[in-house]
């Protein structure tokens, strides 16, 4: 079942290559294969028992035994959090591409289907070496999504990406062959019942810092974000946005916190340092915007620095929050992009100073605009605020001055979010072409529709989403208590 939902997407590219022949029918197969794998995702959350930390839908079968190598998959409530998240957002990416994408469409939905994919498979491997080369196979379609599909300084953007990324894995390659020899295996299970000495953990943990800290990203390796958002076409932009950067913050729960926990501990004031920066800085960077997509940009550097101090806070209400504001974000930052991209589609422009009165001449689109912009800013009732809440409580219980700086992200939010909401909604139309705006479609609803439920369910009811996370995160800490963290620094916060 998991391989099929592995890999169901990359045998739709294929289809299409092989099989399909017009545009139109190429974007249905694309829609349909994609709606496939979201309803079997959401057979193994229904066959999923939260009450355990182990794997579950475990598959194994040997690729090379001579050197402890296989074909590894199975997920825990984390990766199937964010294997849910994938599958949710693809086919929303593709129902938007559906008129805006009018060139090489074939190959479009073909890059989307492999990028959907790989990076499902990221989340379910549990072979070292078959996680390395599905975290660089994505590159390769979201390197075409920008460069092909993007806009005019889409090659410049394209390698940027190309080049932080592929830089970061490589170095992570060679701490991932280090602890490969030391534990004489590939399987991550085994390697997380692995105990090193704590100046070979820290080694390891800088090799996968330097690639986790760029995908994520957090300050200062986050200035290629900015441009790739900025060319990337509006369904590439969403899928950057909601799933690519969980992927680094994903490495970190995964590999650094269970097999290095030591390390882990030992550079946690680092890693705050770090996200502190990024939460405050790049808040007052988005202030000074003038680009939609560039501010959403970084205020996404902001965001995920809420949840890299959730997931180094060492307790369970701060790995749990960290994750939920992975997902939070993923609905957010995405819905955010779409609204950007209606608008783009009719006025070719995502300059602030463009726009103003669209309350009048888009009441639905001016709607749905508040409610994101409000979930962004955490306003209770709305997803951001339980996972922001959350991230605050556990940074709280371990250092009281961390959550105190980081909360001033929370105000610096609202500013800049508000600011771009009151210059694009309200104040009045100076432009004859803003002037003869026409509301979203059905198809443009369609695509906000199901972003709408879960921002007010995780808001209101959070509790189905945190119940799948915690016996993982239960097993996370129980890892890291075993590994040499203490219970004062590995300890279960009461919810």
Request: include cysteine; glycine fraction near 8%.
């Amino acid at each position: 079942m998991l391989s099929l939902v592995t890999f169901l997407p990359l045998v739709g590219a294929a289809a299409i290559l092989f099989a399909v022949h017009r545009d139109a029918s190429a974007r249905i197969v694309a829609l349909g294969v994609s709606l496939a794998t979201f309803l079997l995702s959401l057979g193994l959350y229904a066959a999923f028992d939260t009450s355990t930390a182990e794997f579950q839908f475990l598959e194994e079968v040997p690729w090379l035994p001579g050197l402890g190598i296989a074909y590894r998959m199975g997920v825990d409530g984390i990766s199937l959090s964010l294997l849910l998240l994938t599958t949710l957002l693809t086919p929303i990416c593709i129902l938007a591409s559906w008129e805006s994408i009018k060139t090489r469409v074939r190959e479009y939905m073909m890059a989307f289907l492999a990028l959907e994919s790989f990076v499902i498979g990221v989340f379910c491997a549990l072979d070292f070496l078959l996680f390395y080369i599905l975290w660089e196979a994505m590159l390769i379609p979201m390197f075409l999504l920008i460069g092909i599909w993007g806009g005019p300084r889409r090659v410049y953007a394209a390698l940027k990406f190309f080049l932080y990324t592929l830089a970061g894995s490589v170095v992570m390659l060679i701490a991932v062959l280090v602890l490969a020899h030391q534990g004489h295996t590939f399987s991550i299970p085994e390697l997380m019942k692995l105990h090193l000495p704590l100046n070979v953990q820290v080694w390891l943990f800088l090799g996968f810092f330097v690639s986790f800290a760029v995908k994520v990203p957090m300050w200062p390796v986050h200035t290629w974000l900015p441009d790739a958002h900025v060319e990337a076409p509006t369904a590439g932009s969403v899928i950057l946005a909601g799933i690519l950067l969980k992927m680094g913050a994903y490495g970190f729960l995964r590999f650094s916190l269970p097999m290095l926990p030591e390390a882990s501990h030992y550079f946690a004031p680092f890693i705050y340092g770090l996200s502190l920066v990024a939460v405050v800085y790049t808040a007052l960077v988005a202030l000074m915007q003038t680009d939609l997509k560039k501010l959403i940009a970084y205020s996404s550097v902001s965001h995920m620095g809420f949840v890299t101090l959730g997931l180094f806070a060492f307790n369970r209400l701060g790995i749990e929050g960290g994750v939920l504001q992975m997902i939070n974000h993923g609905l957010v930052s995405g819905a955010l992009f779409l609204l950007v991209g209606v608008v783009y589609d009719r006025l070719h422009t995502r300059e602030i100073a463009r726009f103003g009165g669209l309350a009048l001449r888009m009441p639905v689109y001016a709607t749905l605009f508040m409610v994101f912009t409000m979930a962004a800013v955490g306003l209770p009732g709305t997803n951001g605020f339980v996972g922001e809440f959350l991230v605050l409580l556990g940074v709280f219980a371990t250092s009281k001055g961390v959550a105190t700086v980081a909360a001033t992200g929370v105000v610096l939010g609202a500013a800049y979010m508000l600011w771009m909401f009151k210059k694009v909604v309200f104040g009045e139309i100076r432009h004859a072409d803003v002037d003869a705006l026409t509301d979203i479609t059905p198809r443009e609803l369609a695509l906000f529709v199901p972003l709408l439920v879960l921002v007010f369910w995780i808001g209101f009811y959070p509790d189905p989403f945190l119940r799948l996370l915690h016996a993982s995160v239960n097993g996370l800490l129980t890892q890291m208590a075993a590994g040499g963290v203490g219970a004062e620094h590995a300890t279960l916060v009461a919810p």
